[in-house]
């Protein structure tokens, strides 16, 4: 397509309406939105006009006719994002989803199964790792223990991380002048870790310490919510898409939309884009293990366990589906999240939360990891080449499906 036709009024006038119906959604449920930095006029409308579900419903339909006869990148990506919109406007006026049918309606992307055996395998191999006597999830846990960063030393902890994040990122993507971000620390949420975009390159990240924050989370709440993960992609969004062409679409992040999928898989890709697994190992057991006051010497087996816990991921997004459709009692989906998942009972507990009140949202982080890695290492295959397939995968309109070709 011509540079033109990215340009043309219908698009923007499309964009202008999408932003205003996602508002409008963010009357209906208050995490809606997860970030806006639009006109303060078009937040104002939203709140008078009270628009109703239905009403929404029927504007979502004329701005996709709008985008029928358009094949761009900009006008494919607006049209996935607003069938998200009517989606989750049914959700909210009570139809029930399955969790493939949401997740494919709200994220683009469905997750595989694997029943219990597949993950009863990857327990086996932990089992071996970790002898001793107790169950798996008891002696994983026993470890884990030694390991909880305490909480008068986590400021100092999670800045370090966050500093090698950035330090790291600078190397291959360059950010605007007085990008930044506040650290705070909070109790009673569902997630251990959120980043809330501000606009203007700022950026306020959350860290709960409602349960122990392990060591290893440093790195990867660091490089996930900061450098190079929200912060950043919100960053280029702002200053490319926004600021750059004018693609007011950008200026608004409704949280159920493929748009997380992106977010969250990019985020948690540039965990293991930022570090090798040996790069990591050393930083963690020469910087972060002395300013936690820890053991370095633990750190190389700890390594080799996260290493194998990953590849549990999957089950997360079993156990939810399950859990979510009621194949699963409360009672069971925790006993699968200590002695499959083997977190730990009140990160458990925690985990159940998560999936009452997101559903599918669990997808996007090991899905979308591993959607995005695959897209990225197809585009080259040295580091630098890494760096600026991911770059440019966060600061131009994507769809997760498109992902896949």
Same mark, same amino acid.
């Given at each position: 397509?011509?540079? &033109?036709? +990215? ?7 499309? !964009? ?41 419903? $029927? ?11 358009? /094949? ?44 219990? !055996? ?26 884990? $223990?030694?390991?909880?960063?305490? !909480? ?8 370090? $991380? ?55 989370? $440093? ?6 919510? /900061? ?89 997360? &997004? ?29 990160? +458990? ?16 982080? &090991? ?17 630098? !080449? ?20």
């Amino acid at each position: 397509m011509s540079n &033109n036709d +990215s340009h043309s009024p219908s698009l923007a006038g499309v !964009a202008e309406r999408y932003v205003k119906l996602v508002l409008a959604m963010g009357q209906h449920d208050a995490s809606y939105v997860d970030a806006y930095y639009g006109p303060p006029a078009w937040q104002q409308e939203a709140v008078e006009q009270q628009l109703s579900l239905s009403d929404i419903k $029927a504007a979502t339909d004329k701005a996709l006719a709008l985008l029928a006869d358009d /094949a761009s990148l900009r006008a494919l990506n607006l049209r996935k994002q607003l069938q998200a919109v009517l989606a989750k406007a049914e959700m909210l006026q009570g139809t029930r989803l399955d969790f493939d049918t949401e997740s494919a309606r709200l994220y683009d992307a469905v997750a595989p199964h694997h029943g219990r !055996a597949y993950y009863e395998a990857l327990v086996a191999a932990i089992d071996s790792l970790l002898p001793g006597d107790g169950t798996v999830s008891e002696r994983v846990n026993a470890l884990r $223990a030694q390991l909880a960063i305490p !909480a008068d030393k986590l400021r100092a902890v999670m800045d370090a $991380a966050i500093r090698a994040g950035r330090e790291r990122t600078l190397q291959y993507i360059a950010l605007p002048e007085g990008e930044d971000f506040v650290l705070e620390f909070v109790t009673d949420k569902p997630w251990s870790g959120y980043n809330w975009y501000k606009g203007n390159y700022q950026s306020v990240i959350q860290i709960n310490t409602d349960l122990p924050v392990y060591i290893d989370r $440093a790195v990867d709440l660091g490089c996930h919510e /900061a450098y190079p993960g929200h912060h950043v992609y919100n960053v280029l969004l702002e200053r490319d898409l926004v600021r750059g062409k004018g693609w007011m679409e950008y200026c608004i992040y409704p949280l159920y939309s493929p748009q997380s999928l992106i977010a969250e898989g990019t985020a948690n890709y540039g965990i293991e884009l930022s570090f090798t697994e040996a790069e990591r190992l050393a930083f963690e057991q020469q910087v972060l293990y002395p300013l936690a006051g820890l053991d370095p010497a633990l750190a190389p087996r700890y390594a080799q366990l996260n290493a194998l816990l990953a590849k549990l991921g999957y089950a997360d &997004n079993d156990i939810a589906r399950q859990y979510l459709e009621g194949s699963l009692s409360r009672e069971e989906a925790l006993e699968w999240l200590v002695n499959v998942r083997l977190y730990p009972a009140e990160k +458990s507990a925690q985990r159940l939360q998560f999936y009452d009140a997101m559903g599918a949202y669990v997808i996007n982080y &090991n899905l979308g990891q591993d959607m995005a890695k695959a897209y990225v290492e197809r585009q080259g295959a040295t580091r630098a !080449a890494h760096w600026a397939a991911f770059r440019e995968l966060m600061s131009s309109p994507r769809v997760p499906s498109a992902l896949l070709e």
